[in-house]
Nanobody, 117 residues
Framework: QVQLQESGPGLVKPSQTLSLTCTVSGETITTNYYYYYWIRQPPGKGLEWMGSITYSGNTEYSPSLKSRTSSSRDTSKNQFTLQLNSVTPEDTAVYYC?????????WGQGTQVTVSS
């Protein structure tokens, strides 16, 4: 059974860097045509795509976040990560990792991140 699990700090101070990790079990992140995403949902708002990393390690970011976002992966740990720099309270959200393939979507349960001093 495929599972994605986000992990992160929970609370981050403004101007700091948010680092999140998604640990994948039940499949290998290098499997052909598997695409992994970071998506967030601020309180009271809709889902926002932040970025993605493909099975081959290629990355793509939302234009609105591109200047502050980077993503990488550790294939030995079957994990991928997200870094969001210079956070503000507007980055407070539930952050999800997800996988898309021909088999459909699988989502992590999400992790709450609050940006506050």
């Amino acid at each position: 059974q495929v599972q994605l699990q986000e992990s992160g700090p929970g609370l981050v101070k403004p101007s700091q860097t948010l680092s999140l990790t998604c640990t994948v079990s039940g499949e290998t992140i290098t499997t052909n045509y598997y695409y992994y995403y970071w998506i967030r949902q601020p309180p009271g708002k809709g889902l926002e795509w932040m970025g993605s990393i493909t099975y081959s390690g290629n990355t793509e970011y939302s234009p609105s976040l591109k200047s502050r976002t980077s993503s990488s992966r550790d294939t030995s740990k079957n994990q991928f990560t997200l870094q969001l720099n210079s956070v503000t309270p507007e980055d407070t959200a539930v952050y999800y990792c997800a996988r898309r393939s021909s088999e459909g979507w699988v989502w992590g349960q999400g992790t709450q991140v609050t940006v506050s001093s």
